[in-house]
């Protein structure tokens, strides 16, 4: 298996693993929500209930921002491309910058000369 390959094989287990925490959540809120409460229910009892669904609210958030920055990952690898691997066109590069600098020097000779 190739390095591209197990990276997008991750994102799309983290993303999957996302959209289940998120979906989890989402059946705990609910059933939160809709847990019954009958007339010797307490003050203390609606306060518990308040703060678990604000608890798991918060956590549908997070989770929700987390996949919204695995889909900005993904678009940026989807317009950009992966970075290369180190040492990858590392040769054609050193060559690019040898090939500038000549032509820089040559520039800067002509100049010299030109200003004698």
Do not use: C, H, Y
Not at 20 to 26: G, I, K, N, P, W
């Amino acid at each position: 298996m190739d390095r591209d390959q197990a990276m997008s094989e991750n994102l799309m287990d983290r993303k999957d693993k996302l959209i289940a925490d998120s979906l989890t959540v989402f059946r705990e809120i609910v059933s939160t929500a809709a847990a019954k409460v009958d007339s010797t229910a307490s003050a203390g009892q609606a306060a518990v209930n308040t703060m678990a669904i604000e608890i798991l609210v918060n956590g549908l958030t997070k989770t929700t921002e987390d996949l919204l920055i695995l889909t900005r990952r993904l678009r940026e690898l989807w317009v950009v491309g992966p970075l290369k691997p180190a040492g990858e066109g590392d040769d054609a590069a050193r060559e690019s910058v040898r090939q500038d600098a000549e032509a820089v020097f040559a520039v800067m000779n002509r100049v010299r000369e030109e200003g004698r």
